[in-house]
């Protein structure tokens, strides 16, 4: 008889020490995990859709630039041809000449200004998206605390079993296809 409760005991014990161990480690430790920013980032459908709208619209700006650098180039050789050949220029060709590189480099500037401005609007899209899929993501899996680690000091080190990139990016990505 003795020797059964000491081995209720000790197995009573046991169960009240797991239990204990498991609520503590439930309710007074945090579930924590990183992602590589650049890395989940750069592995978004939705930043290589956005990527390809913005090289399509800046490489047709290109070819209207290069376009009227072109006119603009055998203006001038045709306006040094004449001032080579001794020839008198009309004020008109040269004031439409000058008319033309003023626009040119106008359009060359706002262009410029109308790229970063579409690279910042797609950029801030694509983050928005982001944030807010990364925070699905940590709500589905139970997470406390997902930190982002983009190599300037924030998380300086952590196991690699705290990485969910890979994860992360695999559900951001079916997410935006609706596929989960």
């Given at each position: 008889m003795k020797m059964k409760t000491v081995i209720f005991t000790i197995v009573f014990s046991a169960i009240g020490c797991f239990a204990a161990l498991m609520t503590y480690n439930r309710f007074y430790t945090t579930k924590t995990a990183y992602v590589e920013i650049k890395k989940v980032f750069n592995g978004f459908l939705m930043k290589g859709e956005l990527e390809a709208k913005y090289n399509q619209v800046q490489n047709e700006r290109a070819k209207i630039l290069d376009s009227l650098?072109?006119?603009?180039?055998?203006l001038a050789k045709h306006l040094n041809d004449e001032k080579n050949a001794g020839n008198t220029i009309a004020k008109e060709v040269v004031e439409r000449f000058e008319y033309k590189r003023e626009n040119y480099l106008k359009l060359k500037g706002q262009y410029a200004e109308d790229n970063a401005?579409?690279?910042?609007?797609?950029?801030?899209?694509?983050?928005?998206?982001?944030?807010?899929?990364?925070?699905?993501?940590?709500?589905?899996?139970?997470?406390?605390?997902?930190?982002?680690?983009?190599?300037?000091?924030?998380?300086?080190?952590?196991?690699?079993?705290?990485?969910?990139?890979?994860?992360?990016?695999?559900?951001?990505?079916?997410?935006?296809?609706?596929?989960?």
């Open positions: 650098s072109f006119g603009l180039k055998v401005a579409l690279s910042k609007k797609y950029d801030e899209q694509i983050l928005g998206q982001l944030t807010q899929l990364v925070m699905e993501y940590g709500k589905e899996k139970d997470y406390d605390i997902i930190l982002g680690a983009d190599g300037n000091g924030n998380l300086m080190y952590s196991k690699e079993s705290y990485n969910v990139s890979d994860e992360v990016i695999n559900f951001i990505n079916n997410k935006y296809k609706g596929l989960e």
